[in-house]
């Protein structure tokens, strides 16, 4: 790696910005990644020279040649993260060091060039600077910043790329429960995995992505919106879903989640909780859970609660849970009560509506 990797962005601002009105219409009604603001972040990265060209461009299309290993191999990573609007305007990211080091490790498990965490952020609050306007202030809207890398090499030969590029692109965001949050059913596959022991389910890329999307649609066929995975080994741990861990509550408060085995994603949400609730005085235990174990537990009431957590939507909480042979939970079951209280917490330091005593707030604008 170029130990003098470049700091200073090159911005080249787009003659072509959305006009205010047409901003302001779409910050009413953002949706989730489906509109784009008027800049991206590309920094580009050979064997030889290391990072370098550093800018901020206007937003638009990649030139990629067909022969880019991306392309054929998915060496592809890519990560999440939300700049919040305070009530007094300021404009904040929420633990981005985090996202910054998950990143390295991901790319060092896709054989990617890691990019040095400050250069990471620095790539985050360059884009921020110049697209400010597009981070919205109605309450739990977002500006979601989706930084990614991938390989560019222009070679059909299977072997890690001497070309890269990393560039990050920003999406305004809305209310993720825009009718009040609201429980979803979670369906559980039993026939597919979507990471393996020794496989890259702890690294954030695109390719433990493309394997949850079959099931995916096997969930949305049984009225569930996610899918929740087992252990590919033996088929009855449970790992995480899609694209978010998985908490359980216990009746006597205490938190369940699975242990970070090397095929589950380490959420910085699932982090974020598992402080905020030690901080309450909540056992919080980490370890293998079964399907059986979570099935009974929902049965007998011993579970009383059970949530998925990620970045998108911070906390969605669990409703039902169905396989091929089995079903728990209550179709009109109302969100539990530690689950929403904690998704309250969260969302509070986030939007700087209360205190922040882990200092997990960095504040760019
Ligand atoms: C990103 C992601 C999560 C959630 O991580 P956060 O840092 O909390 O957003 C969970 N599981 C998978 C598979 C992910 O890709």
């Known amino acids: 790696m170029n130990s003098a990797a470049p700091l200073v962005f090159d911005i080249t601002e787009s003659t072509h910005r959305q006009n205010d009105d047409l901003r302001q219409k779409i910050l009413a009604n953002p949706g989730f990644g489906v509109n784009f603001t008027d800049h991206m972040v590309a920094i580009d990265w050979t064997a030889q020279q290391g990072w370098h060209d550093a800018r901020v461009q206007p937003y638009g299309p990649l030139q990629i040649d067909p022969a880019s290993s991306v392309l054929h191999y998915a060496q592809e990573i890519f990560e999440g993260l939300k700049a919040y609007r305070h009530a007094d305007g300021s404009i904040w990211i929420f633990r981005p060091l985090e996202n910054g080091l998950r990143m390295q490790r991901s790319a060092e498990r896709l054989a990617l060039p890691p990019l040095p965490e400050d250069l990471f952020l620095e790539s985050i609050k360059a884009l921020i600077r110049v697209d400010d306007m597009w981070v919205p202030s109605a309450p739990e809207t977002s500006l979601y910043l989706r930084p990614f890398m991938i390989a560019n090499e222009r070679f059909l030969g299977v072997r890690a790329a001497q070309r890269a590029a990393y560039y990050v692109i920003a999406s305004p965001a809305g209310a993720y429960f825009p009718q009040g949050v609201a429980p979803v059913n979670i369906w559980v596959s039993q026939e597919h995995s979507r990471a393996a022991r020794g496989g890259t389910g702890a690294a954030k890329c695109g390719g433990n992505y493309s394997a949850s999307l079959l099931p995916q649609q096997e969930a949305s066929r049984h009225d569930c919106s996610q899918v929740l995975f087992l252990d590919s080994q033996e088929g009855k741990y449970l790992e995480e879903l899609g694209g978010m861990n998985l908490f359980l509550v216990k009746r006597d408060g205490t ?111």
Request: charge should be negative; proline fraction near 5%; aromatic fraction near 4%.
């Open 255 to 365: 938190l369940l989640t699975p242990s970070l085995t090397g095929s589950i994603l380490e959420g910085v949400t699932r982090d974020s909780i598992i402080t905020l609730a030690k901080d309450r005085g909540h056992e919080v235990v980490e370890r293998k859970i079964s399907l059986d174990e979570m099935l009974e537990g929902l049965r007998s009431g011993d579970i009383s609660e059970a949530f998925a957590c990620g970045t998108a939507a911070v906390i969605t909480p669990i409703r039902m849970i169905k396989g091929e042979s089995f079903t728990v939970g209550e179709p009109n079951a109302p969100a539990g009560e530690l689950t929403m209280s904690l998704r309250q917490e969260l969302t509070d330091i986030q939007y700087g509506r209360r205190a922040d005593p882990h200092h997990w707030m960095m504040k760019v604008l």
